[in-house]
């Protein structure tokens, strides 16, 4: 089944947006979103991109430029919010504070800011929800990797669409590439001919998740199917066990699991550094 197919089924089957939908796609500048936007676009849906610019140099830069030319080209509404005036620090600096303040390591940081930045200008433009471009590679990385680590309850959000129910304050996240191999997504944006970077973040390197891809090259995308469509089996009685209720974060308002959400400790400890 070609991919644009395969996109049109799964927003269909989990009843992700429909065509009176604002939907609001999350850029890296990569292959996945430019390709989920690409589409959605074709689809007719009512879509604009939103991107951050995490100050990752030339990398950045050329990104920004790619994801501003694609989106004049296609006629798309494209939104860039600037990492340095919502936090003031670009991510390598943020990164490496919290390396050193809380030995967080990996993109553990980056996603999490990113994540909050994306609900927080998801809200502020009004969108109805918000699609990133997740691939079924990315997917299984989540769920393997929180598994060997022995927190199968971090990959709790490996589901086409985060959370069964709306919860307030979230504007819903969905991935309708969930169940798209990686590889198929290199070879549409290939073929589209879309002018953008194919080189991999160069902030990713050394960590879990980079080794956790190279050797899950050793599974085909049929057993990596399977453990995505096994795991979302199971997930209703991981959840049940759990208790996942939200608080409110003390500090930003957005819904959190504790007192004070992820993202604003984060940003309490890169505080706590520019005013020693
Ligand atoms: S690969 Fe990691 S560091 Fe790079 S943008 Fe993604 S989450 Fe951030
Ligand atoms: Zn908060």
């Known amino acids: 089944m070609n991919i644009e197919r395969r996109v049109k089924e799964t927003i269909k089957k989990y009843r992700m947006f429909s065509k009176k939908d604002k939907i609001l ?9 430019t390709s989920i936007l690409f589409i959605l676009k074709k689809l007719n849906y009512d879509v604009s991109g939103l991107m951050i610019d ?6 950045s830069k050329i990104h920004r430029k790619n994801m501003e030319s694609f989106c004049k080209e ?6 860039l919010v600037d990492l340095r005036k ?3 620090q670009g991510i390598c600096f943020i990164k490496s ?8 390591t990996g993109c553990t940081v980056c ?3 990113k994540r909050w930045i994306l609900n927080k200008w998801a809200k502020k433009l009004k969108a109805d929800v918000l699609v990133t471009g997740h691939n079924l590679d ?5 769920i393997l990797m929180n598994f060997l680590k022995g927190n199968i309850y971090l990959g709790i959000n490996s589901h086409p669409i985060t959370g069964e129910k709306k919860v307030e304050g979230f504007v819903q996240r969905v ?5 798209v191999p990686e590889s198929e997504i290199k070879k549409y944006a290939l073929e589209k001919n879309f002018k953008i970077l194919y080189d991999r973040c160069p902030c990713a390197i050394g960590t879990y998740r980079v080794e956790t891809r190279s050797w899950l090259k050793n599974i085909s995308d049929k057993e990596k199917k399977l453990i995505v469509k096994n795991w979302i089996k199971i997930l209703p009685k991981l959840k049940k066990k759990k208790n996942l209720e939200f608080k409110k974060c003390k500090i930003c308002g957005d819904p959190s699991r504790g007192e004070i959400c992820r993202a604003c400790e984060i940003f309490n400890v890169i505080n706590n550094i520019k005013n020693k």
């Open 175 to 179: 991935k309708p590439f969930f169940f």
């Open 86 to 88: 919502e936090i003031g």
């Open 138 to 142: 990315d997917e299984c990385q989540t």
């Open 54 to 59: 995490l100050y990752l140099g030339e990398w």
């Open 25 to 33: 796609v999350a850029l890296s500048g990569g292959k996945d979103s």
């Open 111 to 113: 996603g999490i800011t």
């Open 97 to 104: 504070v919290l390396k050193r303040e809380k030995n967080l």
């Open 74 to 79: 296609f006629k798309i509404p494209f939104h």
